[in-house]
Each structure stands twice: as C-alpha cells, then as structure tokens.
C-alpha cells in the first residue's frame, strides 16, 4: 500500500458516508512477506486521525537486528504493531506480541471488571489480564524471555 492509494481509499470512503478509523499497514506479512510504505501511510492517516497497526506477523521479528531496523524510520506515526514470535523467534507455542503507543486505549477497549475479579492491590499494580480478550491466558512471556536472553 502507498500514501496516494490509501488518501484515495479514505476520499472514497468518505463519498459512500463512511467514517474510516483504521488502517492496518503490512511489514513483512505472513501469506506474501509484503511490505507497505509505513512513512507515506502514517502521514495519511494522521492527517485523517486514524489509528494505524502495523501487522509485522512474519518479518517484525527481524527489526531485532540493528541492520533490518531501516525498514520503518517512522515509529511516530504507529499505534499499534504486532509480530508473532513463534515464526522467526522459534518461540515454540503460539506467541504475539503487540506493541501500542497508549496502553490506555487497550485497557479501555478490553477492560474487564466483575466483582469477583476485584483486589486489594488494583490501585497498586498493573493489572495485565486486562491487556487482551480473552480472561483466561496462558504464559507466553516467559517463554519469549528465554529465548531473546539466551541470544544475546
């Protein structure tokens, strides 16, 4: 995807009275391993004030290395990026991880409060259960940890 088609894509939107308010930009994809012009479309989409992912699923996992972080100068104009680790990371089990600029909108979005889930320390500390969709979860981040500590 470059900037002009996606300016264009939102013009028509906007014609058909549709409101846009999220495009999602490609950095090394699973299916084709495509990369879009993250500058361009971030540019865009700040201007129209749309939230912009990045699904780096296959090839995110690269910008570890100093020489592939060429790859995306504008980390500016993103709100969210994702890449799994189970792909290049050879993290064994199913694992995502998902960066965002504002945890807030997250927490709000996902935000999950009965009373039975309810504690003395909410105040206190971060409560991750409210960071993904589903209640139950399993642990994937130590996992993760043990295999970028033993590479480095």
């Not at 012009?37 to 296959?58: F, M, P, R, T």
């Not at 709000?108 to 259960?129: G, S, W």
Request: with cysteine.
């Amino acid at each position: 995807m470059r900037g002009e088609v996606l300016e264009s894509a939102i013009k028509e939107d906007k014609a058909k009275g549709l409101m846009p308010y999220f495009v999602c930009a490609t950095l090394g994809t699973t299916s084709l391993c495509s990369f879009d012009a993250i500058d361009e479309i971030s540019a865009v989409a700040k201007q129209e004030g749309l939230w912009v992912n990045v699904d780096a699923a296959y090839a995110g996992a690269a910008l570890i290395c100093p020489e592939y972080r060429y790859l995306i100068t504008n980390w500016n104009g993103i709100d969210s990026f994702a890449l799994s680790c189970n792909k290049w990371l050879m993290v064994t089990a199913d694992c995502a991880v998902m960066f965002v600029r504002d945890s807030l909108d997250l927490l709000k979005t996902f935000n999950v409060d009965p009373l039975y889930l309810k504690h003395q320390y909410q105040k206190e500390a971060v409560d991750f259960r409210n960071w993904q969709i589903p209640l139950c979860r399993h642990f994937r981040s130590l996992k993760l940890w043990m295999v970028l500590s033993a590479g480095f």
